[in-house]
């Protein structure tokens, strides 16, 4: 049975920084694309970063671009997300997912990932 298990979120002042950290259990890590997605009160969940099997191929959003960096760890199954230059709008709930897949390309949507972490909060005050 996969498991997701999320962390590092917390209270930040805009301009700060935060990493996000996600375990991965239950199944071959290196089989998976591994992303990061955000919810906000009264949104939907939206796709923020995904990283490929290998972590050769990354893919953000337009408004993290620049200022967050996804990346993962094979040898301990471990995806990160450092969030740099934190604004009061990246506030939510960050959740980790994974897609089984060993595509080049990164590629993640709400629809086609397989497993999801429990989220863990964020926010930025201004």
């Known amino acids: 049975q996969v498991q997701l298990v999320d962390s590092g979120g917390g209270l930040v002042q805009a301009g700060g920084s935060l990493r996000l950290s996600c375990v991965f259990s239950?199944?071959?890590?290196?089989?998976?694309?591994m992303g990061w997605f955000r919810q906000a009160p009264g949104k939907e969940r939206e796709f923020v970063a995904a990283v490929s099997w290998s972590g050769g191929g990354t893919n953000y959003a337009d408004s993290v671009k620049g200022r967050f960096t996804i990346s993962r760890d094979n040898a301990k199954n471990t995806v990160y997300l450092q969030m740099n230059s934190l604004k009061p709008e990246d506030t939510a709930v960050y959740y980790c997912a994974s897609r089984y897949s060993r595509a080049i390309i990164a590629t993640m949507s709400p629809t086609t990932v397989d497993y999801w972490g429990q989220g863990t909060q964020v926010t930025v005050s201004s």
């Open positions: 239950g199944r071959p890590f290196s089989t998976y694309t």
